[in-house]
């Protein structure tokens, strides 16, 4: 019996040491990543080939270096959340890693400089780069806010941002500073750069709608494009990823923490943070 348990044991060693490492893809962000979050797990789980991780930093609202508050929930910032404990702890340093740096915008409404946020920023990137890392970025969405009236500004301003006095002149100004920011720390990290299209956006100058939200992430996330077929999950499952409790919150004075991943399917993993 002493004998036969050794043999068990050493076949499930060796089926552990055959078992090809899982490919980890990190996506950053705020609401858009919130929206498309569905979008991204279903295209992760259809790719069953090998052992997959998604880890997702986002939020609506959330900022890349201070703590934000939307509709009485906060947030850590994105510089520490507990994201970048869990890729010390999940991912050893000389697998690849797969990341998506993007809404690089709130900030600017919070009143944070083009400089600061510019140094957020190449933090998040400095960290990733720890990693053999496939990095890609997204420039702001500067056709779509090139098209606002002052008007429109206000009111997108009032309705997404109330606490903000930001002026429609400083948010282009700023706003264009932030891209250049962005344009060159991508180019110095050698990470691919999309700039969003303009049909991308509708009346909302800052959230992809839903009808292109399936080709503008298929751009974003090689990892997915990578997938075929890529199905939208449903309503039901849509409403219950969104449900689902990041690793660190608070609404009022109250802390609330999720352990993690959030969820396991088959060989896909999900972590919120």
Excluded at 261 to 267: D, G, K, Q, R, S
Aim: net charge positive; hydrophobic share 40%; charged share 20%.
């Amino acid at each position: 019996m002493k004998g036969s348990r050794q043999v068990t044991q050493d076949r499930a060693t060796s089926d552990d040491e055959h078992q090809p490492p899982a490919r980890t893809l990190i996506v950053i962000g705020a609401s858009n990543v919130t929206l498309a979050l569905p979008m991204l797990w279903s295209g992760v789980r259809q790719d069953s080939n090998q052992p997959r991780r998604l880890i997702v930093v986002a939020g609506h609202g959330r900022s890349y270096g201070l703590p934000s508050t939307v509709l009485g929930r906060t947030l850590p910032s994105i510089l520490q959340s507990g994201c970048w404990d869990a890729l010390e702890r999940l991912v050893p340093k000389q697998e690849p890693l797969e990341a998506v740096i993007t809404d690089v915008g709130n900030d600017i409404l919070y009143g944070t400089s083009a400089g600061v946020l510019g140094e957020w920023v190449q933090e998040c990137v400095g960290r990733l780069q720890q990693w053999p890392v496939r990095l890609t970025m997204t420039e702001l969405p500067m056709v779509s806010l090139n098209r606002l009236s002052a008007a429109r500004f206000l009111f997108f301003r009032s309705l997404l941002f109330p606490r903000s006095a930001l002026t429609y002149r400083d948010a282009l100004d700023i706003g264009a500073a932030v891209n250049s920011a962005v344009c060159q720390i991508a180019a110095t990290a050698h990470a691919r750069l999309i700039r969003p299209e303009a049909d991308w956006y509708g009346i909302d100058p800052i959230h992809i709608r839903r009808i292109a939200a399936r080709v503008a992430w298929s751009q974003l996330c090689s990892a997915i494009s990578e997938t075929t077929p890529w199905h939208p999950p449903g309503p039901l499952d849509c409403l219950a990823l969104w449900r689902l409790k990041p690793a660190l919150h608070w609404r009022g004075p109250q802390q609330y923490d999720r352990e993690q991943p959030v969820l396991n399917a088959e060989t896909s993993q999900l972590w919120l943070y």
